[in-house]
């Protein structure tokens, strides 16, 4: 099974970039890399997906280097909003979701 | 508005007692799944179905069941079998893949919460 590695943790500052990197083993040749976030007592929401090189949409940017066992996501000036849970997931329908990186933005 | 409904939001389970919780989306999606998330922890996969009246066991499917008899409904019982239910329970639908074979992304409900009494 696909498994990913998230830092447990990260704080940042308002207005501060934030990059959050994941590892992943055993992603499979044709399986994107998707990052969620989730808030308290709610389900996760996709964030941005991306399969190799660089992907930015209206929140976030994705990056990942060409052996793709790896992926970063880059949230440019964190609010305090942005405190969250964040998952990063490469594989099929029997992927596990790790346990997910702890933003918390401080003012 | 297209999205996932979970029903209830809170639930609470009597000891030996079964209980049902609800997942319906519009989203014409062909696949459906179940997760559930203990306080501080990832998801994890209890059920998944990629076609109606098919389902597939995911990591931790003992003590749980689940139909599909319709595309839009999942629904899973938590039966008297599993012996620690209290956790909050994720629906959640995809479509399959795209034309490259690619897995699409989840969107998830906002989860049901079960405790025991």
């Known amino acids: 099974l696909a498994k990913t590695t998230q830092p447990i943790s990260m704080d940042s500052y308002e207005g501060q970039e934030v990059n959050i990197t994941c590892s992943h083993n055993n992603i499979a040749t044709n399986d994107y890399i998707t990052w969620y976030q989730q808030f308290p007592s709610q389900g996760p929401r996709f964030i941005i997906q991306?399969?190799?090189t660089k992907v930015t949409n209206e929140v976030a940017s994705l990056f990942i280097p060409a052996d793709r066992k790896s992926s970063t996501l880059s949230l440019p000036r964190v609010s305090l909003s942005d405190t969250a849970v964040y998952y990063c997931r490469g594989g099929g329908f029997k992927t596990i979701f790790g346990a997910g990186t702890r933003l918390f933005v401080k003012a | 508005d297209g999205g996932i409904t979970q029903s209830p939001k809170y639930l609470f389970r009597k000891e030996g007692q079964n209980v049902t919780l609800s997942c319906e989306q519009n989203l014409n999606h062909d696949a459906m799944y179940w997760y559930r998330q203990d306080p501080g922890q990832g998801l994890r996969l209890i059920y998944y179905s990629q076609i109606v009246n098919d389902f597939q066991k995911g990591d931790i499917a003992e003590g749980y069941s689940v139909s599909r008899e319709k595309k839009e409904s999942f629904p899973l019982t938590v039966t008297s079998a599993q012996k620690n239910p209290t956790a909050f329970y994720l629906c959640?639908?995809?479509?399959?893949?795209?034309?490259?074979?690619?897995?699409?992304?989840?969107?998830f409900g906002d989860g049901t919460r079960l405790s025991i009494l």
């Open positions: 991306g399969y190799k």
């Open positions: 959640a639908s995809s479509i399959l893949r795209d034309a490259v074979g690619g897995n699409q992304p989840q969107h």
